[in-house]
């Protein structure tokens, strides 16, 4: 990075000119870059070109990848809607190295700790970097200092942004399909492999040159229903096994238990109601974690009470909203990812259980997306600061351990909360400073702790509505000063000048950067 | 056209080498053409310039155009979900007339006799020209010479390719939808207007660079299916009717009574049978003619006998194909338009009854599609020539009176069937050219007529297994000749030298045009 110029962004943080050789657009703040110019167009294709029978099997996915003209430089992507289970971004780059190609880029929608098989890649040259969430094992080795280009972290709506917009030229997509037919057309809800549904991939079925559908359930034509067109698909292949189901998606999902955690969750609800949020006809988005679901028990308490519903429901869904929706408590579960098999049954069989994409929900360079249209989102955090600018990705040893996912596109909804323990660890999660900022404080509106409820001091009408409601209120310093007082104040992690990743906003400007850590 | 070199092309038409000052390829035979370049690429937006909460309500269409910049020179698009019921477009261009905006190009998926209010704009130069379907009165005045610029004719297909190539660059769409969201989700199976499916509008809304949703049936969001995305919408309008219904969709369908008509179908479901095709997992596509309607009954009785069942059924659908559905006769429809309450009804609550769209289904050049997976195809056609060239735009009279609707796209199917009357009001079906050429001879295989079965010659295959089938086999010079000693040859119109409309290929290549009709 010695040959960069560093510039201060809208958040006060130096990110590099350049990053990767090409140029950085520093975050201006929330609403402020205009984009110009057109989105990425794509070579016209002619069916002439194609098989008049539809059927664009080929033997293998060497073979697929061959066809698609794999070679050095390129960029491929592969999804994560099978999470630790998935078993084709391995054999991507197996096929890759066998084949002696080098310096890719590596374009996940996500990466897992069962990708850690890509370190000798990333090692070897075959991978020059991953343009994707680093967690886990990939993220410590990235950490280290030890990827060749430069990580680039993108939100789930930052990542459809990206290409949609042309900023990332997708090669090769190779999209995996728990069914598909030998013409293209795939979804995720029929088979061993049955994920819910195949959103990440759309992006890449739309704008890459080349889209190859893996499956290991093939089916006759049509198949129904198609989440990816295929005719954006060049060609399908058949494989033996396309992932570890009690991998992809888990049979049970749990509450927390922790008291801690259900008396955070239960304040959450409480906040939500005495703010009047909690309305016949409201919305909300809750992850998949044990507090987040706590809380979307004590809303539909809090719903039943009332003889009220909610319009919709934002998922990562599993077996309790799709209980909620069962109940009637609500209209619709507007889905981008299911995470137990009780997501996935609703989402094949209940019309009312509806498939989302980046490009419905999150992607920011669109007429508008639905995030910005929900009433409350619960996010979670590895740290929050004085200013309320919030951090996802690293942790205060400074260590990259986890994906955005949609996390900075669900900021824009109407009333954005994080339900957060005071500390974890005994490391405060409350900071003069975060270590890489993700989302701008502007957008992060409540921070609710088990020992007290901060609101953003800009939300006044937040602030206004709730203050005679006996909620435990408190600010965001006094909260930070109890939990140092608890803990005492964390020393430093040993952070290098090497940038090893930046973290884009939705808008594809940099917000942040990470850097690399120095091992003890 | 003085100034237009003429060029003959690969059907051995003369076409001029720009139209509307824009330049003509020249039809160069079936998959001849490469498409060069890139898809169209619109301008990047941005959630900042769209509400937050997703309201995009504004107070009227006059204002919606307003807003979306209307001038003169532009071109605006229209879909004929509600076919003869249609009450947007008039609107449209009476609210261009009221604004002073001239010369604007009218880019409808088809024109109905509804839309003959429009002739005064044609008059007035509020429109130059229509690119699209121009059915009836709007045809007569075509033909006749009156329209100021060159009418330009594309099929489903075609209209999706050139809007997706950049052909045609949409200014503003207007979309009417049975039912909507403020933020521009929309569907065809909810409300009064109810139509079945949005897709012939499906390009615009992608492509076009402002899109205006209008609606008598707005629904809180989310607007659920949504068939047209909100995210690709500017602006949403609440009209209190938007269309007629009875004039939509029918609530009868009849199968024809005529002996003759029954004999072609009954002769042409034999064909299918005797030649192989009715097979278990075969697939067939049918119109919502009487004659159509009555092979798709022979077809089934042919499929019960057996014991076998059809893989998909390609619609326009209507209570027969439904009945099948219901039945067990076939897995799935794939539904381009419900021509019935009974198809809306199905669309709406049978998942195996599944909308497509031009893009789906049509498209040429998208990486293949569905018409040419299709077994066989039933097609009419005004003219056949004896080389098995066809024409579906003009009568013998010379009169442009019909759009090309999915007619060229259908011709890909593995096997093309014209069952045809030999002659209609005295005058023959088959000639030795045709007024106009609207799908080339090599893609059409069989004409059954009441006094016997053509088949193209190319097709040595299907003639091989028919040979022996009992069918009253004859040759389309045969036909040609019984029908004009029952009629005579009927005199040639006279027909005068302007161009009036250019008949599109699927690939965007021009395969014929329409001279203007001299009156007597």
């Given at each position: 990075?010695?040959?960069?110029?560093?510039?201060?962004?809208?958040?006060?943080?130096?990110?590099?000119?350049q990053?990767?050789?090409e140029?950085?657009?520093?975050?201006?703040?929330?609403?402020?870059h205009?984009?110009?110019g057109?989105?990425?167009?794509?070579?016209?294709?002619?069916?002439?070109?194609?098989?008049d029978?539809?059927?664009?099997?080929?033997?293998?996915?060497?073979?697929?990848?061959?066809?698609?003209g794999?070679?050095?430089?390129?960029?491929?992507?592969?999804?994560?809607?099978?999470?630790?289970?998935?078993?084709?971004?391995?054999?991507?780059?197996?096929?890759?190295k066998?084949?002696?190609?080098?310096?890719?880029?590596?374009?996940?929608?996500?990466s897992?700790?069962?990708?850690?098989?890509?370190i000798?890649?990333?090692?070897?040259?075959?991978?020059?970097r991953?343009?994707?969430?680093?967690?886990?094992?990939?993220?410590?080795?990235?950490?280290?200092?030890?990827?060749?280009g430069?990580?680039?972290l993108?939100?789930?709506g930052g990542?459809?942004?990206a290409?949609?917009?042309?900023?990332?030229?997708i090669?090769?997509?190779?999209?995996?399909?728990?069914?598909?037919d030998?013409?293209?057309?795939?979804?995720?809800?029929?088979?061993?492999?049955?994920?819910?549904?195949?959103?990440?991939?759309?992006?890449?079925s739309?704008?890459?040159?080349?889209?190859?559908?893996?499956t290991?359930?093939?089916?006759?034509?049509?198949?129904?229903?198609?989440?990816?067109?295929?005719?954006?698909?060049?060609?399908?292949v058949?494989?033996?096994?396309?992932?570890?189901?009690?991998?992809?998606v888990s049979g049970?999902?749990?509450?927390?238990?922790?008291?801690?955690?259900?008396?955070?969750a239960?304040m959450?609800a409480?906040?939500c109601?005495?703010?009047g949020?909690?309305?016949?006809?409201?919305s909300?988005?809750?992850?998949?974690?044990?507090?987040?679901?706590a809380?979307?028990?004590?809303?539909?308490?809090?719903?039943?009470?009332?003889?009220?519903?909610?319009?919709?429901?934002?998922g990562?869904?599993?077996?309790?909203p799709v209980?909620?929706?069962?109940?009637?408590?609500v209209?619709?579960?507007?889905?981008?990812q299911t995470?137990?098999?009780?997501?996935?049954?609703?989402?094949?069989?209940?019309?009312?259980?509806?498939?989302?994409?980046?490009?419905?929900?999150?992607?920011y360079?669109?007429?508008?997306?639905?995030?910005?249209m929900?009433?409350?989102?619960?996010?979670?955090?590895?740290e929050?600061d004085?200013?309320?600018?919030a951090?996802v990705?690293?942790?205060?040893?400074?260590?990259?351990?986890?994906?955005?996912g949609?996390?900075?596109?669900?900021?824009?909804?109407?009333?954005?909360?994080?339900?957060?323990?005071?500390?974890r660890?005994?490391?405060?999660?409350i900071?003069?400073?975060?270590?890489?900022?993700?989302?701008?404080?502007?957008?992060?509106?409540?921070?609710v702790?088990?020992?007290?409820?901060?609101?953003?001091?800009?939300?006044?009408?937040?602030?206004?509505?709730?203050?005679?409601?006996g909620l435990?209120?408190t600010?965001?310093?006094?909260?930070?000063?109890?939990?140092?007082?608890?803990?005492?104040?964390p020393?430093k992690?040993?952070?290098?000048d090497?940038?090893?990743?930046?973290?884009?906003?939705v808008?594809?400007?940099?917000?942040?950067?990470?850097?690399?850590i120095?091992?003890?």
């Amino acid at each position: 990075m010695s040959n960069n110029n560093m510039m201060k962004n809208a958040v006060g943080r130096l990110v590099p000119d350049q990053i990767n050789g090409e140029k950085v657009i520093p975050f201006k703040g929330v609403g402020k870059h205009v984009p110009e110019g057109r989105k990425y167009a794509p070579p016209i294709p002619t069916c002439a070109d194609y098989p008049d029978d539809g059927n664009k099997l080929v033997s293998n996915l060497k073979e697929a990848l061959v066809k698609a003209g794999l070679k050095d430089g390129m960029t491929i992507s592969t999804h994560h809607h099978f999470r630790n289970g998935d078993l084709i971004a391995n054999q991507v780059f197996d096929t890759a190295k066998e084949l002696g190609v080098k310096n890719l880029r590596w374009f996940p929608s996500a990466s897992f700790p069962c990708h850690e098989h890509l370190i000798q890649y990333l090692e070897d040259g075959t991978i020059n970097r991953i343009e994707g969430s680093m967690n886990g094992p990939l993220g410590r080795f990235t950490s280290e200092g030890n990827m060749k280009g430069v990580g680039v972290l993108r939100s789930h709506g930052g990542r459809y942004q990206a290409v949609q917009d042309g900023e990332v030229h997708i090669d090769i997509a190779v999209i995996a399909a728990p069914a598909a037919d030998a013409f293209g057309n795939a979804n995720g809800v029929h088979g061993d492999a049955a994920c819910g549904l195949l959103g990440f991939a759309l992006a890449d079925s739309q704008y890459a040159d080349k889209v190859i559908m893996a499956t290991d359930n093939l089916v006759p034509f049509p198949c129904i229903p198609w989440q990816i067109h295929g005719n954006y698909v060049d060609y399908t292949v058949k494989v033996d096994k396309i992932g570890i189901s009690e991998k992809i998606v888990s049979g049970t999902t749990r509450i927390t238990k922790s008291p801690d955690r259900l008396l955070i969750a239960e304040m959450t609800a409480k906040f939500c109601d005495k703010a009047g949020i909690v309305k016949d006809g409201f919305s909300f988005q809750a992850g998949a974690g044990g507090t987040s679901l706590a809380i979307g028990n004590f809303l539909a308490d809090i719903m039943r009470n009332k003889g009220i519903k909610a319009r919709f429901l934002r998922g990562g869904s599993n077996k309790y909203p799709v209980q909620m929706l069962e109940e009637g408590l609500v209209d619709y579960i507007l889905d981008g990812q299911t995470f137990d098999l009780e997501g996935v049954r609703s989402m094949r069989d209940n019309p009312n259980h509806v498939n989302t994409s980046p490009f419905t929900s999150y992607n920011y360079h669109g007429k508008g997306n639905f995030a910005s249209m929900v009433d409350v989102v619960f996010l979670g955090a590895t740290e929050v600061d004085v200013n309320f600018n919030a951090n996802v990705v690293t942790h205060s040893d400074g260590y990259l351990l986890h994906g955005i996912g949609g996390w900075q596109n669900c900021l824009f909804s109407k009333c954005t909360i994080l339900p957060l323990p005071l500390f974890r660890d005994r490391i405060p999660v409350i900071k003069d400073e975060v270590t890489t900022i993700c989302g701008p404080g502007e957008l992060i509106d409540v921070i609710v702790t088990e020992r007290g409820i901060a609101i953003n001091p800009r939300r006044t009408d937040l602030i206004e509505k709730v203050k005679d409601s006996g909620l435990p209120l408190t600010t965001i310093e006094e909260l930070k000063t109890e939990a140092e007082q608890i803990c005492g104040v964390p020393a430093k992690p040993k952070i290098g000048d090497k940038v090893i990743a930046a973290i884009k906003w939705v808008d594809g400007t940099v917000i942040d950067v990470v850097r690399n850590i120095i091992k003890e």
